[in-house]
């Protein structure tokens, strides 16, 4: 199995400060034939399901505002909150779906400092 | 835009077993990859297993094999996921998700809660 490893396990950020979480993946994610690793990110907040938010890892899903970015390529992968908003508080996770069984990070909580 | 949509909340016996459906609408189910996830009360993220209409057969994770059984009926657009043996640990809100021709899991129902108490 792909083992998703996120970091850090939480971060209080300052609103309209920049937010940075990584997600490393035990092996690549890139796919050879079409060079795209098979990497998504979701935001969770309570009593909600997940929610889409960049996959490929640096598209965004539609109506996802533009301060959140994705990077990497392989097995080292960033999600990026350029400037903290109020409802960004949320539980972040990123996935691998290169492969079944398919795998998440353990998680990172925002929260506002 | 596909919507999902499951079955309501259940509480079950240690050692029973429970189904939990999930219905979309929306697209196309037969090119729909479905998973179900589960999320234990202030846990994560756990992959349960999958299934692609188109081909017919279920994956599932390792821990879940012999346990856990996820079918489709094309003729509804609704997927089950049926576990067995429950105990205490299977406590969790379970999700179906999905998205066509790939298992990214763009589309997610509502959960059901799944509680296991005696």
């Known amino acids: 199995d792909i083992v998703m490893t996120q970091s850090p396990d939480s971060l209080a950020v300052s609103l309209g400060e920049r937010a940075t979480i990584t997600c490393k993946s035990s092996?690549?994610?890139?796919?050879?034939?079409?060079?795209?690793?098979?990497i998504a990110w979701y935001q969770q907040k309570p009593g909600q399901p997940p929610k889409l938010l960049l996959y490929?890892?640096?598209t965004r899903e539609s109506g996802v505002p533009d301060r959140f970015s994705g990077s990497g390529s392989g097995t080292d992968f960033t999600l990026t909150i350029s400037s903290l908003q109020p409802e960004d508080v949320a539980v972040y996770y990123c996935?691998?779906?290169?492969?079944?069984?398919?795998?998440f990070g353990g998680g990172t909580k925002v929260e506002i400092k | 835009q596909v919507q999902l949509v499951q079955s309501g909340a259940e509480v079950k016996r240690p050692g029973s077993s429970v189904k939990v459906s999930c219905k979309a609408s929306?697209?196309?189910?037969?090119?729909?990859?479905i998973s179900w996830v589960r999320q234990a009360p202030g846990q994560g993220l756990e992959w349960v297993g999958g299934?692609?209409?188109?081909?017919?057969?279920?994956t599932y994770a390792q821990k879940f094999q012999g346990r856990v059984t996820i079918t489709a009926d094309e003729s509804t657009s609704t997927s089950y996921m049926e576990m067995s043996s429950l105990g205490s640990e299977d406590t969790a809100l379970y999700f179906c998700?999905?998205?066509?021709?790939?298992?990214?899991?763009?589309?997610w129902g509502q959960g059901t809660l799944v509680t296991v108490s005696s």
């Open positions: 998700a999905g998205y066509t021709g790939s298992w990214r899991l763009d589309h």
């Open positions: 929306g697209g196309t189910f037969s090119n729909y990859a």
């Open positions: 299934l692609m209409p188109l081909f017919g057969s279920a």
């Open positions: 092996q690549s994610v890139l796919y050879s034939s079409n060079n795209k690793n098979y």
């Open positions: 490929w890892p640096s």
């Open positions: 996935q691998q779906y290169y492969t079944t069984p398919l795998t």
